[in-house]
């Protein structure tokens, strides 16, 4: 079974440009398109390697245009084409996944996309791309590159432990963060890395561009 390091996934959510898209284009090595994803994908002169889900989102027109492409329908209405993605890519050993298209539009759509990601966070690095910002679900140490002075937002979604900040304006050495706390929200780079570390949870860590 082909496996996969880095995977682009783009959804439906919104327009994108193939400005927007070009960088992450670069950087992967298959790019899978969650059903009405692939419609966007085209209109950005994207072609998907694959495109899957329940496929009642496709447009005929992309039906036509992508007749080499990897169709992967999945019949589970309890599940959405997200999650059909990510577990899809689970199963393919994927490393990295970068999100685009999921952000936007509905607010209920935005809040349950970033929700599905729990339980793939700990399984692959995932980076939701929005406009202007990034998101990452963490359960473990990472560091960031950012500009010098860009917002930085920690939205537990569950209760962490054990949580330390480096390089940030206002700091933290082995906290604790409740579910629903708004302490560390909108703090700031001071540098151009700063780190995360948690001992125990799910943090989202917005990033700003």
């Given at each position: 079974m082909k496996t996969f390091r880095h995977a682009l996934l783009i959804g439906n959510a919104k327009p994108l440009t193939s400005t927007e898209l070009k960088p992450w284009i670069q950087q992967a090595d298959f790019v899978l398109a969650a059903d009405g994803g692939a419609n966007r994908a085209l209109q950005a002169g994207?072609?998907?390697?694959?495109?899957?889900?329940?496929?009642?989102?496709?447009?005929?027109?992309?039906?036509?245009?992508?007749p080499a492409a990897s169709w992967i329908f999945v019949d589970n209405q309890n599940n959405t084409d997200l999650e059909k993605s990510l577990t899809y890519l689970c199963t393919?050993?994927?490393?990295?996944?970068?999100?685009?298209?999921?952000?936007?539009?509905?607010?209920?759509f935005t809040l349950g996309n970033l929700l599905a990601?729990?339980?793939?966070?700990?399984?692959?690095?995932?980076?939701?791309?929005?406009?202007?910002?990034?998101?990452?679900?963490?359960?473990?140490?990472?560091?960031?590159?950012?500009?010098?002075?860009?917002?930085?937002?920690l939205l537990p979604l569950t209760p962490c432990r054990g949580v330390t900040l480096t390089g940030l304006e206002f700091p933290l050495?082995?906290?604790?963060?409740?579910?629903?706390?708004?302490?560390?929200?909108?703090?700031?780079?001071?540098?151009?890395?700063?780190?995360?570390?948690?001992?125990s949870g799910l943090l989202l860590v917005y990033v700003e561009d």
């Open positions: 994207i072609r998907p390697h694959a495109v899957i889900g329940d496929l009642d989102s496709v447009s005929s027109r992309t039906r036509q245009k992508l393919h050993g994927c490393k990295r996944c970068t999100l685009v298209g999921f952000s936007g539009g509905r607010m209920d990601l729990y339980p793939y966070a700990g399984k692959m690095d995932l980076c939701v791309i929005g406009d202007g910002w990034k998101i990452y679900p963490l359960r473990k140490r990472k560091t960031f590159t950012v500009r010098p002075g860009a917002r930085i937002s050495t082995n906290t604790r963060l409740p579910l629903g706390t708004t302490r560390t929200l909108s703090n700031r780079a001071v540098k151009s890395r700063f780190t995360v570390r948690l001992q």
